[in-house]
């Protein structure tokens, strides 16, 4: 019965599902640079328009952070956490409240305004929730089981997409959001990579990310860079994840008897403090950092200091509690590392950078192999993949030492923590008698 509507009509939503995740992606970059380009334009230039980052940055961040938490609750942060820890749930309503169309859309609009706003922050993790929401719907409505599978799927062909690294979206799917992968989800996650992927190139044509090098290790001197570029990128990225994981516990608990008020200062502080960072480093920390990554590994070395203050900027956004992603600055992060310590060695500049990409990312997330094949493709750089290699697998060796557990694992027992004591809630109410929480409620 191979015209059987009950045999299509799955296979159908999901192929649909998968080709919009790679059009949204597409458009929501598109908004994203637009968005970027307009806070440059609006705060650049001489007298008082220099200064207005001290405005705007707050008060978008305010912004942010009130209509995430009014409108869009768990649309704060990365939005990779919120996936991870839908999988592990297994009641669809406690999935909903992390993976929704509606939150998905909220998602997308207030990354914009963020960095409109100057935040230090990227799409990519915004993507992944939004590829992943979308799945979880096509699972609804083409009426699949496969709902762990599916998210996993959309995750996946979400990094593809917004990166055009469909290798990347795969293994990421493996090593970051599986952690223990099915086989029969196989075939769901290279689909939709495929089928995202086709939608994006059929938009935007064929790119590397960063463009392309073909720098690689070959000195003695070199490969010194590639020890010393795996080693400190991974202890910074440690310090970085360690910081996220405790600050953002204790944010939780400093603000519960007044959550929303606690929220709004927190974000109107740190986004006074991005917008401080951002005019003593020129305007270079704000937004993605995409430009100056993409400068460093094209040749042109950052100043010395950049990659701190990336990585405070990148750090503040990320625990103002905004929506927003962490790849692209961490990647900009890791690339200013490199080139500053490119310099001390007199080393290519642009190897130095995708050296501390690797290594700094690694340590952030604490996942190698996606560090080095997303390094590999961003930046077609397919001569130096054994010391990205190394550099990757020293960075996440010096960040188990430093930190045990991975940021976006870390973050998303949260969630999950979060999700099963409102359903034991609900839970203990249904079973009370309809007399005793009468009683209870007069």
Known sequence: MWMSPRLWRPRLVFWAGAIAIGVISVIFAEVADIAQQFFRNVTTGSGWQSWLPLLITPVGFTFCAWIAYSYFPNSEGSGIPQAIAARHLTHDED??????????????????????????IGREGPTVQVGAAIMLQSARIGGMTQARGLILAGSAAGISAAFNTPLAGIVFAIEEMGRAYAARTNGLVLSAVILAGLASLGLVGNYTYFGTTAVMASSHAEWVLVLVCGVCGGAVGAIFSAIVLKASRRIKRMIQP???????????????????????????TFGTGYEQARSAIEGTALPPLFFLQKFL??????????????????????????????????????????????????????????AFVIILEMTGNHDNVIPLMCASMLGYGTARLISHEPLYHGLSRGYVAEALRMRRARDRTESEPVGTVQSAAK
């Not at 929220?263 to 270079?284: E, P, T």
């Not at 956004?317 to 490119?342: K, R, Y």
Request: proline residues 4%; aromatic residues 6%.
């Open 258 to 284: 007044q959550p929303l008020r606690g929220i709004l200062a927190i974000a109107a502080g740190c986004g006074f403090l991005v917008a401080l960072i951002g005019l003593i480093s020129g305007g270079q």
């Open 313 to 370: 900027a990148g750090l503040l956004s990320t625990i103002s509690g905004i929506p927003g992603g962490i790849f692209a600055p961490s990647l900009a992060v890791g690339a200013g590392l490199g080139s500053s310590l490119g310099l001390v060695f007199g080393a290519s500049a642009s190897l130095a950078a995708v050296l501390g990409m690797a290594g700094y990312f690694a340590g952030v997330v604490q996942a190698p192999m996606t």
């Open 95 to 120: 999935r909903t409240r992390l993976l929704s169309l509606r939150l998905a859309f909220g998602k997308i609009l207030l990354t914009i305004v963020g960095l409109f706003s100057g935040a230090s």
